[in-house]
Every structure is written in C-alpha cells, then in structure tokens.
C-alpha cells in the first residue's frame, strides 16, 4: 500500500490574487482609471470601474484607447494607469493590506505553507509595490505580462502551481472577483471568493465568504475540504478554545459553538448556534438567538411551549454523537485507556487506527499542549473525517497532532515514543515495530472486538519475549434508576464493545522471566497454530496419542482426569459411638 502524508486535509498550496484580495488596491485602480480618462477626455464612470473588477490592466488600457477614437495610444494609457497606481500604493505602505491578510499569511508561513502571488497587473508594479512592504513569503510571483492569456483563463494559476512544483488541482486559490474566480476553478483549484467589487456567485469548488478578517489557516483549510466535490458555506467560525487545546468554552454561547438541547423526556437535540437558523420541533421553533449571548445553562421554550435545557456538550457525549465513517472507541473504552495506557501531560503517543478521530480527541486532550501524538490510518476518508472533527472540537488544529495515512509499519517514524495505542484488525502485525520505537517502560494497549483477537494479541507479546506478560479487561457500563423507593437497573447499558490488552517494553536485550503459573492443559497443544510462548516449554504441554496424561496422585490431571483418591473404609460403630 502506497503511503503518503495527509495530504487531502491540507492544499499542497495557497495561490493568492494580489489586488482587492491582499492588499486594497482597487479604490486606487477606480481612482486612477477615473482620473487617466479625464485627463485624456474619454467618457468612464466609477460604475464602469466596478463592472470590470478582475480585468487585465492592459485589456483596460485597450479599452480606453478604444473610447478614445485611436486618439491615445493604449501603452500610454497603461503607463499613466500603473504609474499612478504605484505611486498612491507606496505611499499608503502597510495599510494598504486588507483586513486579516497580514495575519493569514505569517501563519501560512509559520505552518510551512508553499505561497505563490497570482495578479493581473504588470510584474514590475507588483515588485515595486512590495518592495514597500514587508517580506510576505510568497516562493513564486506570475503577473499578468508573464501569461500568454490572462484571467479568465486558467493559464495564469497553472503556471503558479507549476513554478512551485505542485498539483494545481489541490492547491487552494484566494480570489475577490468573479473574473479571477472563473480562471482558479477553470486550472482545478479549490476557490474561496472574498468579493470586493461585486458579488461572485458560489459555484463548484468554490466557496463564498465575506472577510479573511479573523480566519484562520485551520477555518481556511476546513473550507478546502468541505469544498471538495461540492458547494460549501462559511458558517460561524467556532470562538476560539483555551490555550490548553482542551476544548472546552465557557462564558455566554456564540455563534458557531454546538450545544446541546435536552427535552422533558431526556431526548436530545444537537444544534450549531447560527444567527438567522430556527430549530423546529414537533412542539415549534426555537430562534438561535434566543440561545446566542445567553449563559450556559438555561432553558428555553418553544413556539408550542416545550422547555428545552441549553448545555455545551461535554467530550463523552462528542464522542458519540459527532460524524464518522468508522465505529468510534465508545467513552467507557477510552477513559480505561487513557488510566491503565497512563497517558500524562507532555507524552509522545503512538496511535494506528485512527477512525473517526473519538480516542484521538481524549488523547489529545490528555497530553495537552506540549505533548505529541503521531496518529496512522490507512483509509483516507476515515482520516479526512477525523481530522474534523478534532478540529471542530478544540477550534483549531492541535499542533502536536501529525496524522498520516499509511501502513504503520511501512510509515512508522523512527521516533522514541512513551506510550503505544493500537485499533486495528490485526495488532499482532505491529508489534515488533512499535517495540522498536517504544522506550523501556513504556505502555502499549491494544483495543480488539473478538475473543480470537485478544488471544492472537496476548499470545505475540508473549513469543516476543521483550514485553511483561500482557492484561486483558473488558468494561461494560450499567445504568441505574433511582426515585424514592423506585430503585432498579436502569434500561441503558453498555455491553462489549471490545477487549484491552496492556504491556509494558523491557529494556534491549531483556527478555520476561518464566512464568511459574503453567498454561491450562491443551492451551498449546496440537490443535493450536498461533505464536509460542518462549517461556512455555513443548515438554509442559505435549499431549500423548491417546489424548490422556498420566494423572499426578493427589491432585487433578493436566487434561482434567479425576485423580486416584485414598480408600476411605466405613467407620465401625464404635468408633462412631452409634
């Protein structure tokens, strides 16, 4: 299986437009375009200006020499326009960057994030307006001379993705018109529009929102995946969480927060607070911003007069209620994993078998901010829906997570490691490689549904030699009602789910001590075709032909033969004193 970084989470590159997208040059260019015609006596409007926002300058130039009669010739028109341009953008300096396009893009860049400039304007006026501006660490620059065809043609984006070595279709341009819009999703690109002049109508692979004001690289790439294949829009960006990645809000509800609606009969309702959306119910509708400002807590009432009790959800209920495309590690499971697996503050963890991301976000939770945990999936798609809902939960990208998609053992990083957490089919396969990584002392759980798993499982550590002799437990969960005198098991419960095994690494080179409990009789017999324990010697459990040991006096054969008693004679009447 071809193993690859998480690519389909994350563009391989972000393609900026320059006018009205990073900086505000297009009062500038209205201004100008206003002025040049004037001084040239050709008849143009501000209006006419906003009906031509994404146009090549030089087209614009040929236009007004058009208007003109021939009367001026278009470069003279061009080098008025951009020469006014310049001049005006360097004066305005580092106001003239649009609200939250600095921010973005210095996070971009501390994220690693590969950056190219795309724009319609000659390549020299580019350079000379950033060269009053700080460095923005853009890797590659197309201006619009530097194309054969400009916007709306494609060409410009496919060069861009080109020069810096990636695959157009997965990068992720940032445009403010439909003009520029049209040439990102006609190279591939995934597009999010900011319009500045005009609306840009939503299209396939391309998304609409307002500002990059307070967007984040993690809201921006969310917006990337949620745009694959499909029409997207921006909700509410969920408040951000508190520094120690837990995910937990407190305070007054906002928009784009998940709460939770609880009726009188106990059913609950999730909602994501969204200014303008009602919830309906049988019982009517209950306006977002009756919950939106309001502390958490309250109750609110329907159109018909049903209450409803308002809480954040808290991460058990989360967990099995978020999206997956994979069966979740129910609480009851992770909770026991992260006790007896001893995940702490700080730890460097291993996981392989990602899912849809529920052990992901204990653990997270768990090792806090200063921690690492290097996840593996093989599918894709469940990892793409793990890693949003992480995100979804904490607000943001936890920046000790590296998720990969691949074979553990093909993929594994050669990095120390505290603590090992294995969901998958068939942990046996992984051991010797996680043993390799996994420092002495450290801890490995294995999560396995079947009772073949857990033998398979047990019975590898054991031939391994290098592990303590490895626990199993299964939890299972009960609920109980409790009213006055009324006091009974309740109707919910949690049965199997699934087994844990616990280990923990010797040092190199150590091997377990032999075990002084011998297996049960036949464990290793004939019939079994599974690892062998180094400490169970073939002599302790050979079996002769006829199927039958020869029993020990005084206590029960290995095979469970009854062993020979002591006669015992009646007593005599005498000495019963009958």
């Known amino acids: 299986m071809k193993n690859s970084s ?7 590159a972000v393609l900026w437009d320059f006018d009205s997208t990073l900086v505000n040059t297009e009062p500038l260019w209205t201004q100008m375009e206003v002025e040049v015609a004037r001084r040239h006596g050709i008849e143009w409007s501000e209006q006419e200006s906003a009906s031509i926002v994404g146009t090549a300058v ?11 009669g021939g009367r001026v010739d278009a470069g003279t028109i061009l080098d008025d326009l951009v020469g ?10 580092e106001e003239l ?17 590969k950056l190219a400039l795309v724009s319609s304007s000659p390549r020299h006026m580019i350079d000379k307006i950033l060269a009053g501006l700080p460095a923005l660490g853009f890797s590659e620059i197309v201006g619009g001379d530097e194309v054969s065809a400009n916007k709306p043609d494609p060409e410009p984006y496919r060069k861009a993705a080109e020069l810096l070595g990636v695959d157009v279709t997965k990068c992720l341009v940032l445009e403010d018109s439909t003009t520029g819009a049209d040439s990102g999703n006609g190279a591939g690109a995934v597009v999010v529009a900011i319009p500045a002049m005009a609306p840009v109508p939503e299209a396939r692979r391309r998304v609409v929102i307002d500002s990059l004001q307070d967007v984040t690289v993690a809201q921006l790439f969310q917006l990337y995946r949620r745009c694959i294949g499909q029409p997207a829009k921006l909700v509410a960006p969920p408040p951000p969480a508190t520094e120690n990645l837990s995910g937990v809000r407190t305070g007054v509800m906002q928009a784009g927060e998940r709460v939770t609606l609880t009726d009188s009969k106990g059913r609950r309702h999730s909602l994501l607070l969204t200014p303008g959306k009602s919830f309906h119910a049988t019982k009517g509708g209950i306006r977002h911003e009756q919950i939106i400002g309001q502390p958490e807590g309250i109750t609110v009432d329907s159109v018909g007069g049903a209450t409803y009790l308002v809480m954040r959800p808290l991460l058990n209920d989360y967990m099995v209620s978020m999206p997956r495309e994979a069966a979740v590690i129910y609480p009851k499971d992770a909770a026991q994993i992260l006790m007896w697996g001893d995940i702490y503050p700080g730890a460097r963890v291993l996981e392989a078998g990602v899912g849809s991301g529920a052990l992901s976000l204990a653990m997270l939770r768990a090792i806090g901010p200063n921690g690492t945990l290097n996840s593996y999936e093989r599918r894709e798609d469940f990892a793409e829906v793990a890693r949003n809902n992480v995100e979804t939960f904490l607000g943001e990208a936890h920046p000790g997570w590296k998720l990969t998609v691949g074979d553990l053992v093909e993929s594994l990083r050669d990095e120390p490691v505290d603590r090992a957490v294995l969901d998958m089919l068939a942990p046996w396969e992984c051991i010797d490689a996680v043993g ?10 294995c999560y396995v549904a079947t009772a073949t798993q857990l033998g398979r499982v047990m019975d590898t550590l054991r031939a391994h030699g290098g592990w303590t002799e490895p626990q199993a437990t299964e939890t299972t969960q009960r609920d109980w009602h409790a009213e006055g005198l009324a006091i009974r098991p309740g109707h919910g419960s949690t ?8 280990s923990r690494r010797l040092a190199p080179g150590v091997e377990a001590p032999m075990r002084k409990r011998r297996p049960a009789a036949g464990a290793y017999g004939p019939d079994y075709t599974g690892p062998r324990p180094k400490n169970v010697p073939m002599s302790n459990q050979e079996v002769p032909e006829n199927g039958m040991a020869e029993p020990r006096p005084g206590r029960p054969s290995e095979l469970g033969v009854p062993a020979p ?6 007593a005599s009447v005498e000495e019963t004193g009958a």
């Open 6 to 12: 998480f690519t389909a989470a994350r563009p391989e």
């Open 58 to 68: 030089t087209r614009l130039a040929e236009i007004f020499s058009e208007r003109s």
């Open 84 to 93: 006014g341009v310049i001049e005006s953008a360097t004066r305005q300096g």
């Open 97 to 113: 960057f649009l609200p939250g396009t600095r921010a973005l893009l210095a996070e971009m860049e501390q994220q690693g994030v």
């Open 436 to 445: 390799d990584v996994l420092v002495p002392g450290g801890v490995l759980t």
């Open 495 to 502: 049965g199997h789910t699934g087994f844990l095994v616990h």
């Open 565 to 570: 008693s002591a006669t015992i004679e009646p």
